[in-house]
């Protein structure tokens, strides 16, 4: 046989060739009675020529549901699906199965070949895959961070659960939304960042919880590739490090207060030793006039101590506060008379205006008590350091308007401008220089805080400042009254 002759194939072949096939070959009749099969078929199954495909192949009694063979002597086409076979020694084994029908000359079909080509190999491989895939998508759902993973559009497409913990259900939502509560993309989006240059990109944000709460997260991301190697997608891994920020927050916070304390102090000493000085030389010189101005002073930097150390104590404990009924007269009574010998003696008018029936309410009098001589001693420093005016003073007024206990402190003193009114109730902030530790009004606006109250502060330079606060009536459900701590 030269090249140009083609290799026919003898009768002989064919068989050989149905023989050797790797794959189990059957063919049936319509009875569906096997009538042929080759030497696979035989080696797995026996040799079962006559016996019904159903009870050969499945070990059943009657016809399988959904019988390719039935089908394709129906209607004459190939109908492939898919089988899980039981081998006479008790083996299963998972298969792909294609008809072929077998026709006469009239083209009818008188039998139907049945192919069966084993897939246990592909079924294991597919199984490792499954439980890869879900190993990774446990991995991705537990994790404890926040994933998310978005689009080009920032519509996110999958989050992880502690995601939908913090901040919901997010998935068709942008990410703006979930994580800021805007209309809008931020200006600056390390996202939209990661999908142009295909880069990680790390950085640090505030979010916002479902609940409103705020929190800081270090985040990270990276692009996701298709075939093509173009960015399709990128994920988000946030980090909570909220608490980590709270103390490095705290510790900044005790380095001002150690410097803000050792300024004070060294303050205070420096005046009491003046007062000192002036008591000590009175006496030697005979005049009683210089020594009752240094006792004044003397006073008036020990009463500045007590202030301070109160001051300090309450932001060195973040105490609970003892909630029980409170009588805001009578707490204006007690330092009534204090606080107007002080007015007198620093030239400022005090007027005191309680409404009628205030009765009582609900909060921690020592707290409160703390609060209103802050605000009132604010507003008397701010009354002496004002040099432009000939006469000064000050208001305290309260009443009651539900569901609100109302407290105003109104002063004509030095006033301030927006930027020292923005500032005012920050930590360590005072516009009194060495006089002053940026206590006070930070702890006034804690303890309104803490009773679900709020302050407002409405002021101007060189026309006084007004300080409403407003506190509830009833205490906040999250703080306990004492009697009820039993």
Not at 25 to 33: E, T
Not at 366 to 392: I, P, T, V, W
């Amino acid at each position: 046989m030269t090249e140009a002759q083609p290799m026919v194939a003898k009768a002989g072949d064919y068989r050989r060739y149905w023989e050797e096939m790797p794959c189990y070959l059957s063919v049936h009749d319509r009875q569906f009675r096997i009538v042929d099969g080759n030497r696979r078929f035989r080696a797995d199954f026996g040799d079962r020529i006559g016996e019904h495909c159903y009870r050969v192949y499945k070990g059943r009694d009657e016809v399988c549901p959904n019988c390719p063979v039935e089908a394709t002597f129906a209607d004459g086409r190939n109908h492939p699906s898919e089988q899980l076979l039981v081998t006479r020694d008790g083996r299963e084994v998972p298969v792909i199965v294609h008809t072929t029908a077998i026709t006469d000359a009239a083209g009818e079909v008188t039998a139907v070949m049945e192919m069966h080509t084993d897939i246990g190999e592909v079924k294991r491989l597919q199984g490792l895959l499954q439980r890869s895939q879900e190993r990774l998508a446990q991995l991705f759902e537990e994790v404890p961070c926040f994933i998310t993973v978005q689009g080009p559009d920032r519509v996110i497409l999958h989050a992880n659960r502690r995601f939908r913990e913090t901040f919901g259900d997010p998935v068709g939502e942008h990410c703006f939304k979930m994580y800021k509560h805007r209309d809008e993309q931020c200006l600056v989006c390390p996202m939209q960042q990661t999908f142009d240059t295909g880069e990680t990109r790390e950085h640090e944000e505030i979010l916002f919880t479902k609940a409103g709460d705020k929190l800081s997260a270090l985040c990270t991301t990276a692009p996701l590739r298709n075939p093509a190697g173009e960015v399709e997608a990128v994920i988000e891994m946030g980090i909570d490090i909220t608490q980590i920020r709270e103390l490095q927050s705290q510790l900044a916070s005790i380095g001002l207060l150690v410097g803000s304390i050792s300024h004070g102090i060294k303050g205070l000493l420096t005046g009491l030793d003046g007062g000192i000085y002036m008591v000590n030389s009175g006496f030697a010189k005979g005049k009683p006039e210089r020594v009752e101005k240094g006792w004044e002073m003397v006073q008036r930097n020990v009463e500045r101590i007590r202030s301070m150390v109160l001051d300090i104590l309450y932001y060195a404990k973040d105490r609970e506060l003892a909630v029980e009924a409170v009588d805001l007269a009578a707490i204006v009574a007690e330092f009534r008379e204090g606080l107007e010998k002080k007015a007198s003696d620093a030239d400022v008018g005090l007027t005191v205006d309680l409404g009628h029936d205030l009765g009582t309410f609900e909060g921690d009098p020592q707290a409160l008590r703390a609060m209103l001589l802050n605000l009132l001693e604010n507003s008397l420093d701010a009354c002496r350091m004002d040099k432009d005016k000939d006469g000064h003073a000050i208001r305290l007024a309260v009443s009651r308007a539900e569901p609100w206990m109302r407290i105003e402190v109104e002063d004509n003193g030095l006033g301030m401008d927006r930027e020292t009114r923005e500032k005012i109730f920050s930590l360590f902030f005072s516009s009194k220089g060495i006089k002053g530790t940026g206590l006070g009004l930070f702890i006034s606006n804690k303890i309104v805080d803490k009773h679900g109250g709020d302050i407002v502060v409405e002021s101007e330079p060189g026309r006084g400042t007004r300080f409403t606060v407003r506190l509830p009536l009833q205490a906040n459900p999250s703080i306990r009254p004492q009697d009820r701590r039993q």
